[in-house]
């Protein structure tokens, strides 16, 4: 069984502590721990590890966050990965910093990596890891708060909460759906 595990972030070093690219951040923490390393490839910087007899295609699409549904949709065709198949992980400004919260569909909330994830698969009934970045910014301030680093304070307890995300992606992939969001969303 396949899977397509995709990061939402942007591609350059200027992005890559920002909390807009904690997709990115969970996809290589799970690459490093399953032995992978990301190499460039159409449309996204692409690892393939093995999990329990699961094959995990993971992706960091080079597109920018706002034409994410491009490398989303090539992948997904190149490796015949059932949308069901399919999880994206990305910030939440509605969630506290660290909070995880695993769906499977939903609107995009506002967030333009998903809603053009949508607009090109034609559907929301697809599911997606969201990681909490809090939202500690003044109005009209978002852009700036999603694409600023993390504070101090986020930055001692990231890792962690990264690590659990990778836990949600390996349940996900080999207990499905229903069982992880039971099992983990809360942790």
Known sequence: MKYLIVGLGNPGSEY????HNIGFKVVDALAKELGDSFSLNKAAFRAEVKFKG????LIKPITYMNL???????WMQTEKIPIENLV???????????KLRMKGKGSDGGHNGLKDIQETLKTQEYSRL???????FSKGRQADYVLGK?????SLDLTARIDV?????????TIGLDLTMTNWNGK
């Open 88 to 98: 994206v992980i990305t910030d939440d400004i509605a969630l506290p910093f660290g």
């Open 54 to 57: 699961r094959t995990l295609i």
């Open 150 to 154: 993390w504070s101090k304070e986020e």
């Open 165 to 173: 995300a990778t836990e949600f992606i390996k349940s996900f992939a």
């Open 68 to 74: 994410s549904g491009k490398a989303v949709n090539y």
């Open 16 to 19: 890559e502590e920002t909390r």
């Open 130 to 136: 969201r990681f909490g970045v809090g939202s500690d």
